[in-house]
């Protein structure tokens, strides 16, 4: 076993970083710069002969050596193994392992990432050495170890081997300084020889003595070796970047993907753009044990009860008394211990058969869920108490006073906490004090209940992931019962079929307004809650949740259905849903949604959304005439005000759609394009009607991950000319000759490599909308030229010619600037799974702007450096390449990102630009609700 080991080397024969492997070796390719190694050595019985010699050039863990990322080794415990008699008289299977791991297997760029199962931030040097960990950034070997029939072996005086490779009081007596056994030809201690070549690998050892046990020591290394690889590519990623615009402070979320973790920062940004860690939750976290978080569900009453086995119903408790670490998932009695586990009790938690999944944080992966931040109420108040007619003590002026959020310098008689919620994968939903980081509440949906017995598997790391909470909460103001409250409205995405709505008035005494689900009567066509809901006020007189079904509804035996659903905000109530047409032979399911007020009355007047067979749909949200409304559909006022029947809500145009999204292939061979993100409106340049503005795209399904090379996904804006409350008959949707057609000219290279922000610049063409016909005689339909723009989401003459690039996030129209972030699945392991591009495009034609966007060079300053120049002429850049994956935030001239993306840079929304006049308090939003 130990010449085989180094027969006659492991870099040689075959490997799979070299170009030409061992002999008869199969070549793997590509090669990876950041492709992990593991051999697994299994064994029943112990070496018990001596090699050939090693050449002097082996490091061995007895002697001193720099490892390739410049670390000193410096003989230290448990990996230095001299006898008892202080001497090193034969190289071991130990040796060659660490040899084997401190030794750079390939010139390639050192892009492995390390796996820190034992974080130590305090401590930099204990946390490279302590076994549990692997650093190593380097090509190497890792080696998980078997010993057959061998634990009787394993019994040596002081060193006891207690089944846990890193753990127990063998263990501990080994990292103090206890030696190894001599390890020799024919010794019994050789087995501790196994132990010893797992920690030097950074691997584990597993003793088996029956044939149980060594299936049970293959699914852990299996299981183990998954869950590294799986996170090769970029642990460590950052899912979203929000900032409170009133504080000028920046919450971004991340996620961990070695052991599906998550984090919760606050930064503080100073007038130079730098950021200071102000408090982050997984640190704040800490300070919290299971019993003593404020973790809510619902109870039997229908209102909220404390997380605990004794509020749970006897078939919740079943859905957790299931091991899914075994075959078949049979239950067992652990149902407590897993509900003690998702509170944060990590007693339990170890490497061995039985034991549950260590974390490094109790706080789970945030990936799709974005914060929001609840603090003063934004509304303006004489706007807001002009719609519901009231003054005094049940005013919004009064509801403010009462609910200005309270800050660590503020005295006030009555201050509101102010929070930060977002959803997690560990099954809640947080609040977070945004003062000080601490947790104080989570809610945990009655849809996740039934797949929280996965969380504490040692099988859930890795590629066995679940989402949970994974929506981003919608928060607003609104008025029933005869005063205002702030209600949170949350979502589950691709964790479930459900949504719920919190009242988040008083953080310290949250109530359950109501929960749903698909099972509920009359909400079979809910599917899964992806879209982010829209709170509203109606001309029903009612505050309204306001959502696309989402998908996988599975409705019919067909197909699934799309539609638009409205809740009332205080009961739960479905008070309309209105089912589109599609094609019943696909998938389907309507996405986010754009409300739109008309006439800035605080009142929704129509609503526009996608679906997945690429139709964008307008609702209308009020009664409609044959004319030009009269009386006004939108007039405020007694009389008009709250006197709509919801059962006069429509789909608009006859039920047809606005547009029918196909890509630009020849008619024969163009299939639909989906839309997954809410649109954005603007109002039209002729000030007649909106621009409906909207990418497409889908990242969900595990197929949307392989680049679809076929086609190309596109931008789109779209004229809805009809806004004031007429009637809108039946009508054929405008096709892609009736858009003008923008294109990505060029991708030069990349003149700003200064700034690590920006890897890459395209050029957007700036061709005009002819908006009317030259021979026109009027503003009718029928004088019409073109109904919008189109922009193909591909380089012109580029190769591959689609590279999969597609919209799935909301945009941001900033005055004359319409920004809007992409993303590219990227297959390369060693990246974080897409790229990212950052358009800032003129809203009214989808090319490029007159001026420049963005603070290329990061001057501080846009002026002519952050132009493109070629040959003597400059022009403006459109897009520019993040770094990684990430969203963007705006506030007061500035863009912010993740730091791995830059961090921060200027923008323009252009030179005559001018805030949004609106009921709503809220700086820079779109430019139309």
């Not at 090509?139 to 207690?162: F, K, M, N």
């Amino acid at each position: 076993m130990l010449s085989a080991t180094d027969s006659p080397a492991w870099a040689a024969n075959p490997n799979p970083l070299t170009n030409t492997g061992g002999v008869g070796a199969t070549v793997q390719t590509p090669k990876y710069s950041c492709r992990a190694n593991y051999q697994i050595m299994m064994t029943d019985g112990m070496w018990n002969s001596t090699p050939e010699a090693f050449p002097d050039s082996l490091k061995t863990d007895g002697a001193a050596s720099t490892l390739p990322d410049g670390t000193a080794y410096a003989l230290q415990h448990p990996f230095f193994d001299l006898t008892k008699s202080g001497t090193k008289e034969l190289t071991t299977l130990a040796d060659l392992a660490f040899h084997y791991w401190a030794t750079d297997a390939s010139t390639l760029d050192d892009d492995v990432k390390p796996v820190i199962l034992a974080p130590n931030a305090s401590n930099a040097a204990a946390q490279y050495w302590n076994p549990k960990n692997d650093p190593a950034t380097w090509q190497h070997l890792t080696t998980y170890t078997i010993g057959l029939g061998l634990s009787s072996s394993l019994t040596v005086a002081g060193i006891p081997w207690t089944g846990d490779t890193h753990g127990g009081a063998g263990y501990e007596a080994l990292v103090s300084g206890t030696k190894w056994p001599e390890a020799g030809e024919n010794k019994s201690n050789n087995v501790y020889d196994l132990w010893h070549t797992a920690i030097n690998s950074r691997g584990e050892f597993f003793s088996a003595d029956s044939p149980d046990t060594v299936v049970s020591a293959f699914n852990q290394i299996i299981s183990r070796i998954s869950n590294r690889t799986t996170s090769a590519g970029a642990p460590g990623v950052t899912a979203s970047v929000v900032e409170d615009t009133l504080t000028r402070e920046v919450y971004e979320t991340q996620l961990n993907s070695e052991d599906w973790s998550g984090n919760l920062t606050k930064f503080g940004i100073d007038t130079n753009g730098t950021r200071t860690e102000t408090w982050n939750a997984k640190t704040a976290l800490r300070s919290k044990t299971a019993s003593t978080r404020n973790i809510q569900m619902v109870g039997s009453t229908g209102s909220l009860a404390e997380f605990t086995w004794d509020n749970l119903s006897d078939a919740q408790k079943a859905l957790l008394n299931k091991d899914n670490d075994l075959t078949n998932t049979p239950t067992d009695t652990k149902g407590a211990a897993r509900l003690a586990y998702i509170r944060g009790d990590q007693s339990a938690e170890g490497s061995t058969s039985g034991s549950f999944r260590i974390r490094s944080t109790v706080l789970g992966d945030i990936i799709n869920s974005s914060p929001v931040i609840v603090a003063t109420p934004k509304f303006v108040p004489y706007l807001a108490d002009a719609i519901e007619g009231v003054s005094g003590d049940n005013s919004y002026a009064q509801f403010k006073a009462d609910n200005r959020a309270e800050k660590l310098s503020m005295e006030l008689a009555s201050p509101r906490r102010p929070m930060v919620y977002v959803g997690a994968n560990d099954g809640m939903l947080h609040g977070f004090d945004a003062n000080t980081g601490e947790e104080r509440f989570a809610f945990v949906p009655s849809a996740v209940i039934q797949n929280l017995y996965k969380l504490p598997a040692q099988s859930y790391a890795g590629a066995n992931h679940q989402y949970f909470v994974d929506g981003t909460p919608t928060v607003s103001d609104v008025y029933f019962d005869n005063a205002w409250h702030t209600v949170l409205v949350g979502t589950l995405r691709a964790g479930g079929r459900s949504l719920f709505a919190l009242d988040v008035t008083d953080p310290d005494a949250i109530t359950l307004l109501w929960e749903k689900s698909f099972s509920d009567t009359g909400l079979s066509n809910l599917g899964y809650t992806f879209p982010q809901p829209v709170i509203a006020r109606l001309h029903t007189g009612d505050w309204a949740v306001v959502t696309g079904n989402g998908y996988g509804n599975q409705a019919s035996s067909t197909a699934d259905n799309a539609s638009l659903m409205i809740f009332d905000i205080a009961t739960g109530e479905l008070e309309r849903e209105l089912v589109v047409t599609g094609d019943v032979t696909k998938a389907n399911g309507l996405s986010s949604l754009r409300l739109a007020d008309n006439n800035s009355d605080g009142v929704a007047d129509y609503a526009y959304g996608g679906d997945l067979q690429g139709n964008m749909w307008r609702f209308d949200l009020v009664t409609t005439s044959s004319t030009p409304a009269s009386p006004d559909p939108f007039k405020r006022g007694p009389g008009f005000l709250g006197n709509i029947d919801p059962n006069h809500f429509a789909v608009s145009y006859g039920g047809s759609p606005l547009y029918k999204a196909t890509d630009s292939r020849a008619t024969n061979t163009a299939t639909a394009q989906a839309i997954t993100a809410a649109p954005s409106l603007v109002r039209h340049p002729s000030t007649l009607g909106y621009l409906v503005i909207f990418g497409t795209g889908k990242y969900f399904e595990t197929e949307d991950g392989t680049v679809d090379s076929s086609r190309a996904m596109t931008l789109y804006g779209i004229w809805d000319r009809k806004t004031k409350g007429q009637s809108t008959s039946t009508k054929s949707p405008p096709v892609r000759t009736d858009l003008q057609t923008q294109t990505i000219e060029e991708q030069p290279a990349n003149p700003f490599t200064a700034n690590v922000g920006v890897e890459g610049i395209r050029i957007v063409s700036a061709n005009t909308v002819q908006w009317y016909r030259t021979d026109a005689t009027g503003t009718t339909d029928a004088d019409v030229d073109k109904w919008g723009w189109a922009l193909d989401l591909k380089v012109v003459g580029s190769t591959p010619t689609y590279s999969g690039e597609m919209v799935i996030n909301s945009m941001a129209a900033r005055g004359q600037t319409l920004l809007l972030n992409t993303l590219t699945p990227n297959s390369d392991p060693c990246k974080e799974g897409v790229d990212s591009w950052l358009y800032g495009l003129d809203p009214n034609t989808g090319g490029r702007t007159k001026f420049n966007v963005f603070d290329l060079d990061n001057s501080k300053t846009i002026d002519d450096n952050d132009s493109y120049s070629s040959n003597g002429v400059s022009t403006v850049v459109s897009s520019y390449k993040k770094p990684g994956s990430g969203g963007f935030t705006t506030n007061n001239g500035d863009i912010y990102t993740a730091p791995s993306q830059g961090g921060g840079m200027k923008y323009s929304a252009g030179p005559t630009s001018s805030g949004r006049q609106s009921w709503r308090a809220i700086p820079e939003r779109e430019t139309l609700e």
